[in-house]
């Protein structure tokens, strides 16, 4: 008499599959200082990820005010106001799991009664920080060479990533060149954070960008 074939057991997801059940997508806002850099390098990442503008939002220095003060200001209001749902043509709040602050440190000292004014109210509404000291452009910098070595201003970590991208400006998207090293920079800004750790809050030179980014391709690996 020949055996019975098992049946193999079915996955939950499987079954998620069968009954059209999904998974709710996260909704992740990104408010930047920069009007061009910072939102152009989240854009192009978002694309190159397939992350649609309803599972990230990424709103540009422009629309808030430049100073980390009105970065946050502008985050906390757009957390809290009602939005449009063009898709469905009815207004819904939308949640956020998540509200990210991307802005700068460029002095430790000149400013600092106002940066950490931003930071403070940052902490105190639960709103993320990806703060750079003394550039974005650091984030960028790490995808060529790992490096703790102070800048004494953003001018300065410019000038060390035009040795590697001869030809960058502000504003120009240049996440297609870099794109291949993003978890190479990930690891040496974690190292770089780790090892400066106790020294001050937000060391010279360091980025929390990684963390955002780490956040946004785990989106993509959850998915």
């Known amino acids: 008499m020949p055996k019975r074939k098992r049946s193999r057991a079915r996955s939950v997801s499987s079954y998620r599959r069968r009954l059209g059940i999904k998974q709710p997508r996260r909704c992740i806002l990104i408010v930047c200082e920069g009007a061009k850099t910072e939102p152009k390098y989240f854009r192009s990442l978002c694309r190159a990820k397939r992350l649609s503008p309803v599972e990230v939002e990424v709103i540009e220095g422009d629309s808030c005010g430049s100073a980390p003060v009105s970065v946050v200001e502008y985050a906390l209001r757009l957390r809290q106001e009602r939005r449009r749902d063009v898709r469905r043509g009815v207004t819904k709040k939308l949640e956020y799991d998540e509200v990210w602050c991307v802005f700068d440190q460029e002095s430790p000292t000149i400013g600092r009664n106002a940066f950490y ?21 650091y984030w960028l910098l790490l995808h060529f060479v790992e490096t703790d070595r102070p800048f004494r201003n ?13 030809d960058y400006e502000k504003g120009k998207d240049i996440f297609t060149d870099i794109a291949a ?4 920079a990930i690891q040496r800004a974690e190292r770089i954070w780790s090892n400066q750790a106790g020294e001050a809050r937000f060391p ?20």
């Open 181 to 184: 090293d993003t978890q190479e």
């Open 117 to 137: 004014e931003a930071v403070n109210k940052a902490t105190g509404h639960d709103l993320r920080l990806a703060v750079s000291t003394p550039a974005f452009e």
């Open 204 to 223: 010279n030179p360091s980025t929390l960008v990684f963390k955002l980014v780490q956040k946004l391709l785990d989106m993509v690996s959850f998915r």
């Open 154 to 166: 953003a001018d300065e970590v410019v000038n060390a990533l035009k040795e590697h991208l001869p």
